[in-house]
């Protein structure tokens, strides 16, 4: 009989299942994607032929990438049905709200939602990736009173998204495109995560690969997992970015903050994970991303901030930061609304969440763990 000492609070430590596609090491402190460093291919792959590579084991050859590329570029438009969705709901419901909602009306209506043979499955995860964007660009453009953006085919998927979402020439900047497909890549996928475990669980019942998307969006919405980014910002709007002060003096302010939150027993979102303890794998590139951006922008105050938070944070607990740490003031200075900093990070984990639907329904076993009792002792009524 399983007893309270059993329990691995949260399944901490607990290896649930082998996969193939992610392997994260802390004491290395690496990711690799499907046996490649998630460095290599932030630096060299585009989103799309990452994505291949996620779903199908390899990287895709020029002609399977081409096919998918073009499959992708004509599947970019967002789904009538599916904006009249969106419209029914307030603008001031959260995007991760509209976006589960989107996806769920797409299951709803997909004329195979009950097939899952693999190549159904393979379409399905690719509509996914390609219409997305459209849904992220039409909620934040409806939040702002501004018309959609039509989707344009001689874009890559990252300068696409960008278009739709502002419409205009200056997102299509070369450095501001980069630090974008950076994020995109470095998002995708990281093993079992909540989110991806959700989506796990889901398809282990054998629902629909909707289904289990759905669920890993609820499940990805909250701040200890991919809200952080959205959180992040909110404590820099805490602190206040101060245009006119030098990196020094933001630095200042934000340690000053830090140690305030961490003596009130505050858990500051963006810091900590549950995996690595020495610090992320993929925060070296997206805070490269970030510089980028800063340097674009002409917004150094920003990295003070970033700099006083992450000494302060280290100085007292020796917390690291995470992905979602230099994510998130990287979107900012795109200009995105920050509520749509999370549903970017669907955008690109619908490959990984994709690839493990996928894994798990080809060798399946339904996923039902144990719990030790610690209620009432049978009594009569
Ligand atoms: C993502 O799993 C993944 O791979 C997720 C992800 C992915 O790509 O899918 O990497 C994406 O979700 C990254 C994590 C984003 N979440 C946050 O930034 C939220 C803030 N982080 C923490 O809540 C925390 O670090 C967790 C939840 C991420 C992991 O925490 P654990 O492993 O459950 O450890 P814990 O919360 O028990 O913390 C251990 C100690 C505690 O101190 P004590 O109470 O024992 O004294 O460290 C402290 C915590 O209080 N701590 C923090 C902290 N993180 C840990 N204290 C303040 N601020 C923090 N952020």
Redesign the pocket.
Known sequence: MSTTDDIKK?L?GVIADSTAISK?NPETNSLLYRGYPVQDLAANLSFEAVAMLLWTGELPTDDELGAFTEYERSHRQLDPAVKNAIDLLPETCHPMDTARTAVSVMGARHPQAGDSDPDTELAKAQELFARFPAIVAYDQRRRRGLEPVEPRGDLTYAENFLWMVFGDEEHLAPPVVEAFEVSMVL?AE??F????FTARVITSTLADLHSAVTGAIGALKG????G?NE?VMYTFDEIGVDRNESREQAAARAKAWMEDA?AAK??????????YKNG?SRVPTMKGALDAMVEHYERPELLGLYDGLEAA?DEA?S?KP????PAGPTYHLMGFDTQMFTPLFIAS?ITGWTAHIMEQRANNSLIRPLAAYNGADQRAL
């Open positions: 949260g901490a994260v998002y990281h093993s995560n909540a989110s991806t701040p200890l997992h991919g952080a959180a961490l505050k858990k500051v979102m963006g810091f900590g994970h549950r995996v992320d944070m607990k917390i995470n992905l979602d740490y984990r």
